[in-house]
Protein backbone atom coordinates (compact mmCIF):
# COMPACT_ATOMS: atom_id res chain seq x y z
CA UNK A 1 0.00 0.00 0.00
CA UNK A 2 1.43 3.38 -0.85
CA UNK A 3 1.52 5.87 1.74
CA UNK A 4 -0.17 9.21 0.81
CA UNK A 5 2.72 11.79 0.18
CA UNK A 6 3.55 14.46 3.44
CA UNK A 7 3.17 17.58 0.79
CA UNK A 8 -0.30 17.64 -0.82
CA UNK A 9 0.11 18.31 -4.24
CA UNK A 10 -0.90 22.42 -5.86
CA UNK A 11 -4.96 22.76 -6.64
CA UNK A 12 -5.30 23.61 -10.00
CA UNK A 13 -6.03 27.17 -10.45
CA UNK A 14 -9.86 26.90 -10.54
CA UNK A 15 -9.65 25.46 -6.94
CA UNK A 16 -7.51 28.26 -5.55
CA UNK A 17 -8.59 30.37 -2.80
CA UNK A 18 -6.21 33.66 -2.07
CA UNK A 19 -8.62 34.75 0.81
CA UNK A 20 -8.39 31.60 2.83
CA UNK A 21 -4.88 32.85 4.43
CA UNK A 22 -5.44 35.68 5.77
CA UNK A 23 -1.41 36.29 6.49
CA UNK A 24 -1.25 36.65 2.46
CA UNK A 25 -4.11 38.89 2.23
CA UNK A 26 -2.48 41.30 4.70
CA UNK A 27 0.31 41.48 2.67
CA UNK A 28 -1.72 43.13 -0.59
CA UNK A 29 -4.96 44.28 1.14
CA UNK A 30 -4.09 48.03 2.84
CA UNK A 31 -6.42 48.55 6.02
CA UNK A 32 -5.29 52.58 5.24
CA UNK A 33 -6.83 54.23 2.02
CA UNK A 34 -3.92 56.77 1.40
CA UNK A 35 -1.76 53.89 1.91
CA UNK A 36 1.09 54.10 -0.64
CA UNK A 37 4.30 52.57 -1.56
CA UNK A 38 6.09 55.85 -0.01
CA UNK A 39 5.52 54.99 3.22
CA UNK A 40 8.45 57.62 4.60
CA UNK A 41 8.02 61.08 3.78
CA UNK A 42 10.62 62.81 2.22
CA UNK A 43 13.27 64.53 4.56
CA UNK A 44 12.75 67.64 2.46
CA UNK A 45 8.91 67.75 3.30
CA UNK A 46 8.94 67.24 6.69
CA UNK A 47 11.54 70.10 6.69
CA UNK A 48 9.30 72.87 4.62
CA UNK A 49 6.08 71.59 6.76
CA UNK A 50 8.63 72.41 9.88
CA UNK A 51 8.83 75.70 8.16
CA UNK A 52 5.18 76.45 7.62
CA UNK A 53 4.37 75.67 11.02
CA UNK A 54 6.95 77.63 12.48
CA UNK A 55 7.16 80.53 10.05
CA UNK A 56 5.55 83.08 12.54
CA UNK A 57 8.30 82.74 15.14
CA UNK A 58 11.02 81.55 12.08
CA UNK A 59 10.22 82.92 8.98
CA UNK A 60 12.98 81.31 7.30
CA UNK A 61 12.40 82.14 3.41
CA UNK A 62 15.31 83.62 1.48
CA UNK A 63 17.39 80.94 2.09
CA UNK A 64 15.52 78.05 0.21
CA UNK A 65 15.39 77.10 -3.09
CA UNK A 66 12.77 78.50 -5.39
CA UNK A 67 10.81 75.34 -5.34
CA UNK A 68 10.69 74.61 -2.09
CA UNK A 69 10.01 79.03 -1.39
CA UNK A 70 7.08 78.40 -3.72
CA UNK A 71 5.71 75.50 -1.77
CA UNK A 72 6.16 77.42 1.69
CA UNK A 73 3.88 80.35 -0.06
CA UNK A 74 1.46 78.95 -0.93
CA UNK A 75 0.45 77.05 2.40
CA UNK A 76 1.51 79.60 5.28
CA UNK A 77 -1.97 81.37 6.72
CA UNK A 78 -2.99 84.43 5.80
CA UNK A 79 -3.63 85.27 9.77
CA UNK A 80 0.09 86.11 10.01
CA UNK A 81 0.62 89.65 11.30
CA UNK A 82 1.77 92.23 9.04
CA UNK A 83 5.21 92.21 11.53
CA UNK A 84 6.43 89.18 9.43
CA UNK A 85 4.92 89.41 6.22
CA UNK A 86 4.56 92.99 5.10
CA UNK A 87 8.33 93.20 3.95
CA UNK A 88 9.45 89.90 3.72
CA UNK A 89 6.88 88.24 1.61
CA UNK A 90 6.71 89.88 -1.91
CA UNK A 91 5.29 86.81 -3.95
CA UNK A 92 1.52 88.11 -5.18
CA UNK A 93 -0.09 84.77 -5.31
CA UNK A 94 0.31 85.06 -0.92
CA UNK A 95 -1.81 88.73 -0.77
CA UNK A 96 -3.64 87.19 -3.63
CA UNK A 97 -4.88 84.47 -0.84
CA UNK A 98 -4.93 87.32 1.78
CA UNK A 99 -7.44 89.24 0.08
CA UNK A 100 -10.04 86.63 -0.67
CA UNK A 101 -9.93 85.40 2.79
CA UNK A 102 -10.98 89.16 3.84
CA UNK A 103 -12.80 90.41 1.45
CA UNK A 104 -15.29 88.67 -1.24
CA UNK A 105 -14.53 91.70 -4.08
CA UNK A 106 -11.24 93.43 -4.95
CA UNK A 107 -10.63 95.02 -8.03
CA UNK A 108 -6.73 94.97 -8.56
CA UNK A 109 -7.02 97.22 -11.34
CA UNK A 110 -7.78 100.03 -9.36
CA UNK A 111 -4.35 99.27 -7.44
CA UNK A 112 -1.72 98.98 -10.30
CA UNK A 113 -2.41 95.22 -10.63
CA UNK A 114 -0.46 95.11 -7.27
CA UNK A 115 -2.37 92.61 -4.68
CA UNK A 116 -0.27 93.44 -1.85
CA UNK A 117 -1.05 96.98 -2.33
CA UNK A 118 -4.61 96.32 -2.23
CA UNK A 119 -3.86 94.06 0.75
CA UNK A 120 -1.94 96.82 2.45
CA UNK A 121 -4.06 99.84 1.82
CA UNK A 122 -7.59 98.39 2.61
CA UNK A 123 -6.02 97.20 5.71
CA UNK A 124 -5.03 100.80 7.02
CA UNK A 125 -8.40 101.91 5.99
CA UNK A 126 -10.47 99.65 7.69
CA UNK A 127 -8.15 100.62 10.83
CA UNK A 128 -8.84 104.05 10.37
CA UNK A 129 -12.62 103.79 9.71
CA UNK A 130 -12.73 101.33 13.29
CA UNK A 131 -10.62 104.29 15.02
CA UNK A 132 -13.08 106.28 18.21
CA UNK A 133 -11.66 109.15 19.49
CA UNK A 134 -10.01 108.64 23.38
CA UNK A 135 -11.33 104.89 23.26
CA UNK A 136 -9.26 103.33 20.44
CA UNK A 137 -5.42 103.05 20.88
CA UNK A 138 -3.55 104.87 17.81
CA UNK A 139 -0.65 102.66 18.18
CA UNK A 140 -1.44 99.74 15.59
CA UNK A 141 -1.99 102.24 13.24
CA UNK A 142 0.88 103.87 13.34
CA UNK A 143 2.92 100.91 13.33
CA UNK A 144 1.00 99.54 10.02
CA UNK A 145 1.11 102.87 8.17
CA UNK A 146 5.01 102.26 9.30
CA UNK A 147 4.93 98.81 7.39
CA UNK A 148 2.85 99.89 4.95
CA UNK A 149 4.37 103.50 3.55
CA UNK A 150 6.08 101.90 0.86
CA UNK A 151 3.42 100.49 -0.51
CA UNK A 152 0.17 102.83 0.29
CA UNK A 153 -0.44 105.43 -2.88
CA UNK A 154 -3.84 105.92 -2.03
CA UNK A 155 -6.36 105.82 1.10
CA UNK A 156 -10.02 105.17 0.40
CA UNK A 157 -11.86 106.87 4.08
CA UNK A 158 -15.12 106.31 3.43
CA UNK A 159 -16.39 107.02 7.38
CA UNK A 160 -14.82 108.29 10.45
CA UNK A 161 -16.11 107.97 13.44
CA UNK A 162 -16.70 110.68 16.45
CA UNK A 163 -15.92 110.11 19.77
CA UNK A 164 -18.61 108.44 22.17
CA UNK A 165 -21.12 110.94 23.41
CA UNK A 166 -21.37 110.93 27.01
CA UNK A 167 -24.71 112.26 28.60
CA UNK A 168 -24.21 114.91 30.81
CA UNK A 169 -27.48 116.86 32.75
CA UNK A 170 -27.74 120.60 32.00
CA UNK A 171 -30.48 123.43 32.53
CA UNK A 172 -32.19 125.18 29.93
CA UNK A 173 -30.30 128.21 29.83
CA UNK A 174 -26.84 126.60 29.24
CA UNK A 175 -24.78 127.31 26.47
CA UNK A 176 -25.06 125.51 23.30
CA UNK A 177 -23.27 122.85 22.14
CA UNK A 178 -19.82 124.56 20.52
CA UNK A 179 -19.14 123.48 16.84
CA UNK A 180 -16.24 120.40 17.75
CA UNK A 181 -19.33 118.41 19.82
CA UNK A 182 -18.23 119.14 23.05
CA UNK A 183 -20.62 121.01 25.69
CA UNK A 184 -18.86 124.13 27.31
CA UNK A 185 -17.46 123.64 30.87
CA UNK A 186 -16.86 119.94 29.71
CA UNK A 187 -13.18 118.69 29.03
CA UNK A 188 -12.75 118.41 25.12
CA UNK A 189 -11.30 114.99 23.95
CA UNK A 190 -8.28 114.98 22.50
CA UNK A 191 -9.70 114.69 18.67
CA UNK A 192 -13.65 114.79 17.17
CA UNK A 193 -12.08 112.37 14.49
CA UNK A 194 -8.89 110.44 13.36
CA UNK A 195 -5.71 113.16 12.92
CA UNK A 196 -4.20 112.29 9.32
CA UNK A 197 -1.01 114.08 10.48
CA UNK A 198 -0.61 110.92 13.36
CA UNK A 199 0.23 109.18 10.27
CA UNK A 200 1.31 112.08 7.66
CA UNK A 201 4.93 111.84 8.27
CA UNK A 202 5.55 107.86 7.08
CA UNK A 203 3.27 108.13 4.35
CA UNK A 204 4.65 111.13 2.25
CA UNK A 205 4.12 109.48 -0.96
CA UNK A 206 0.28 109.62 -0.30
CA UNK A 207 -1.11 110.54 -4.19
CA UNK A 208 -4.75 110.36 -3.78
CA UNK A 209 -6.76 110.75 -0.32
CA UNK A 210 -10.87 110.36 -0.15
CA UNK A 211 -12.26 111.25 2.90
CA UNK A 212 -16.00 111.48 3.91
CA UNK A 213 -16.60 112.72 8.09
CA UNK A 214 -19.73 110.44 8.58
CA UNK A 215 -20.70 107.46 9.84
CA UNK A 216 -22.27 104.41 8.01
CA UNK A 217 -25.27 102.23 8.68
CA UNK A 218 -26.27 104.31 11.58
CA UNK A 219 -29.64 102.91 11.69
CA UNK A 220 -31.60 104.07 14.43
CA UNK A 221 -28.92 105.22 16.14
CA UNK A 222 -29.11 108.73 13.85
CA UNK A 223 -27.90 112.18 14.51
CA UNK A 224 -26.70 115.11 13.03
CA UNK A 225 -23.62 115.27 14.17
CA UNK A 226 -22.44 112.00 13.50
CA UNK A 227 -21.58 114.31 10.13
CA UNK A 228 -19.84 116.53 10.96
CA UNK A 229 -16.43 117.97 9.61
CA UNK A 230 -15.14 120.18 12.92
CA UNK A 231 -12.80 123.59 13.16
CA UNK A 232 -10.34 121.41 14.99
CA UNK A 233 -11.10 118.24 12.05
CA UNK A 234 -10.37 121.34 9.22
CA UNK A 235 -7.37 122.49 11.24
CA UNK A 236 -5.91 119.26 11.53
CA UNK A 237 -6.72 118.57 8.13
CA UNK A 238 -5.06 121.56 6.90
CA UNK A 239 -1.66 120.69 8.19
CA UNK A 240 -0.92 117.48 6.76
CA UNK A 241 -1.24 118.97 3.22
CA UNK A 242 2.25 120.38 4.26
CA UNK A 243 3.65 117.09 4.60
CA UNK A 244 1.46 115.06 1.53
CA UNK A 245 3.27 117.00 -1.21
CA UNK A 246 3.22 114.22 -3.79
CA UNK A 247 -0.72 114.26 -3.09
CA UNK A 248 -2.69 114.13 -6.79
CA UNK A 249 -5.95 113.79 -5.64
CA UNK A 250 -8.18 115.45 -2.55
CA UNK A 251 -11.26 114.23 -2.38
CA UNK A 252 -13.75 115.81 1.16
CA UNK A 253 -17.47 114.64 0.40
CA UNK A 254 -20.55 114.98 1.80
CA UNK A 255 -19.20 116.11 5.62
CA UNK A 256 -20.87 119.66 5.82
CA UNK A 257 -18.05 121.61 4.67
CA UNK A 258 -19.10 125.45 4.97
CA UNK A 259 -17.02 128.61 3.75
CA UNK A 260 -15.16 129.13 6.64
CA UNK A 261 -13.63 125.47 6.73
CA UNK A 262 -12.75 125.77 2.35
CA UNK A 263 -10.55 128.81 3.07
CA UNK A 264 -8.72 126.68 5.81
CA UNK A 265 -8.19 124.08 3.55
CA UNK A 266 -7.65 126.64 0.02
CA UNK A 267 -5.28 127.89 2.14
CA UNK A 268 -2.86 125.19 2.96
CA UNK A 269 -3.46 123.97 -0.73
CA UNK A 270 -2.08 127.07 -2.44
CA UNK A 271 1.32 126.91 -4.31
CA UNK A 272 0.72 122.86 -3.97
CA UNK A 273 3.19 121.13 -6.62
CA UNK A 274 1.25 118.48 -7.61
CA UNK A 275 -2.54 118.60 -6.57
CA UNK A 276 -4.76 117.97 -10.19
CA UNK A 277 -8.00 117.25 -9.23
CA UNK A 278 -9.79 118.82 -6.11
CA UNK A 279 -13.22 117.55 -5.17
CA UNK A 280 -15.49 119.18 -2.82
CA UNK A 281 -19.03 118.02 -3.97
CA UNK A 282 -22.06 117.89 -1.77
CA UNK A 283 -21.44 119.93 0.66
CA UNK A 284 -22.15 123.82 2.00
CA UNK A 285 -20.30 125.95 0.26
CA UNK A 286 -21.57 128.95 -1.02
CA UNK A 287 -20.39 132.00 -2.65
CA UNK A 288 -17.22 132.74 -0.17
CA UNK A 289 -15.91 129.53 -0.23
CA UNK A 290 -16.27 129.58 -4.58
CA UNK A 291 -13.84 132.63 -4.13
CA UNK A 292 -11.28 130.91 -1.87
CA UNK A 293 -11.57 127.96 -4.78
CA UNK A 294 -11.43 130.55 -7.22
CA UNK A 295 -7.96 132.16 -6.10
CA UNK A 296 -6.68 128.50 -5.69
CA UNK A 297 -7.10 127.79 -9.58
CA UNK A 298 -4.67 130.37 -10.72
CA UNK A 299 -2.28 129.15 -7.82
CA UNK A 300 -2.21 125.43 -8.42
CA UNK A 301 -1.81 123.43 -11.22
CA UNK A 302 -5.57 121.85 -10.98
CA UNK A 303 -7.42 120.66 -13.52
CA UNK A 304 -10.11 119.43 -12.32
CA UNK A 305 -12.61 120.82 -9.28
CA UNK A 306 -15.65 119.84 -8.62
CA UNK A 307 -18.10 121.76 -6.49
CA UNK A 308 -21.16 119.57 -7.21
CA UNK A 309 -24.68 120.08 -4.75
CA UNK A 310 -23.21 122.90 -2.69
CA UNK A 311 -25.11 126.30 -2.23
CA UNK A 312 -23.05 128.15 -5.14
CA UNK A 313 -25.22 131.77 -6.48
CA UNK A 314 -24.48 134.12 -8.83
CA UNK A 315 -21.20 136.20 -7.54
CA UNK A 316 -19.80 132.78 -7.18
CA UNK A 317 -19.81 131.96 -10.42
CA UNK A 318 -18.53 135.16 -11.00
CA UNK A 319 -15.58 134.55 -9.63
CA UNK A 320 -14.76 130.87 -10.88
CA UNK A 321 -15.69 132.60 -14.26
CA UNK A 322 -12.99 135.49 -13.57
CA UNK A 323 -10.52 132.89 -12.59
CA UNK A 324 -10.66 130.54 -15.41
CA UNK A 325 -10.41 133.73 -17.80
CA UNK A 326 -6.71 133.87 -16.62
CA UNK A 327 -6.48 130.36 -16.11
CA UNK A 328 -4.62 127.34 -18.26
CA UNK A 329 -5.15 124.20 -16.71
CA UNK A 330 -8.01 123.60 -15.29
CA UNK A 331 -9.87 121.42 -18.23
CA UNK A 332 -13.00 119.92 -15.92
CA UNK A 333 -15.48 122.11 -14.14
CA UNK A 334 -18.27 120.41 -12.43
CA UNK A 335 -21.14 123.20 -10.96
CA UNK A 336 -24.26 121.32 -11.23
CA UNK A 337 -26.55 121.27 -8.27
CA UNK A 338 -26.10 124.70 -7.12
CA UNK A 339 -27.95 127.91 -7.10
CA UNK A 340 -26.56 129.52 -9.81
CA UNK A 341 -28.98 132.74 -11.10
CA UNK A 342 -26.40 133.27 -13.94
CA UNK A 343 -27.22 137.15 -15.32
CA UNK A 344 -24.18 138.31 -16.70
CA UNK A 345 -23.55 139.27 -20.25
CA UNK A 346 -20.90 137.00 -20.89
CA UNK A 347 -20.90 133.20 -19.21
CA UNK A 348 -18.05 131.74 -17.48
CA UNK A 349 -15.13 132.13 -19.78
CA UNK A 350 -13.48 128.47 -21.11
CA UNK A 351 -9.66 128.44 -21.27
CA UNK A 352 -9.64 126.25 -24.50
CA UNK A 353 -9.91 129.15 -26.62
CA UNK A 354 -6.34 130.17 -25.47
CA UNK A 355 -4.75 126.93 -24.84
CA UNK A 356 -6.46 124.73 -27.56
CA UNK A 357 -7.27 121.86 -25.24
CA UNK A 358 -10.35 120.15 -24.66
CA UNK A 359 -13.13 121.45 -21.13
CA UNK A 360 -15.47 120.66 -20.11
CA UNK A 361 -18.07 122.51 -18.53
CA UNK A 362 -21.35 121.24 -16.18
CA UNK A 363 -24.10 123.21 -15.54
CA UNK A 364 -26.76 121.01 -15.28
CA UNK A 365 -29.81 121.75 -12.69
CA UNK A 366 -28.92 125.21 -11.84
CA UNK A 367 -31.31 128.33 -12.77
CA UNK A 368 -29.84 129.80 -15.12
CA UNK A 369 -31.72 132.55 -17.48
CA UNK A 370 -32.37 132.52 -21.07
CA UNK A 371 -29.75 135.61 -22.09
CA UNK A 372 -27.10 133.33 -20.92
CA UNK A 373 -28.29 129.83 -22.67
CA UNK A 374 -28.22 132.27 -25.84
CA UNK A 375 -24.65 133.90 -25.31
CA UNK A 376 -23.65 130.32 -24.44
CA UNK A 377 -24.45 128.48 -27.75
CA UNK A 378 -23.19 131.83 -29.42
CA UNK A 379 -19.75 131.02 -27.90
CA UNK A 380 -20.14 127.35 -28.42
CA UNK A 381 -18.68 127.44 -31.59
CA UNK A 382 -15.71 129.80 -30.52
CA UNK A 383 -14.71 126.66 -28.42
CA UNK A 384 -14.95 123.75 -31.26
CA UNK A 385 -11.96 122.64 -33.01
Not at 94 to 101: F, G, K, N, T, V
Not at 243 to 272: G, I, Q
Request: glycine letters at 4%; hydrophobic letters at 40%; proline letters at 6%.
Amino acid sequence: MTEAPAVPPPLPLGGRNPAADVRKMRRIITEDLTWSLAVVPLLSDLCLQQIIRNFYKNPILEELLSKHRVKVLNNIPTSLPLQVTANRIQYEDYWRRCCADRWPIGDVSQYGGSWKRLFLERHLESLIECFIPDVSDVGPIIETAKLCQDYVKRLNIKELLPPIKVDIKKDDDDEEVSDSGSEAGVDLPSMDHFDLGLISSVLPGLEELHLVYGVKNCGMNFEWNLFHFTDRDCTALAQTFKVFRNLKVFRLTRSKVDDSKVRVLMRSLLNHPTLLHLDLSHNRISDCGARASAKLLNQSPVQILNLCNNNLHTYGAQAIAHALSKNSTLTNLNLRLNQIEMRVERPCAMPSAQTGASWTLHLGSNELSRPYATIAAQLLPKQVR
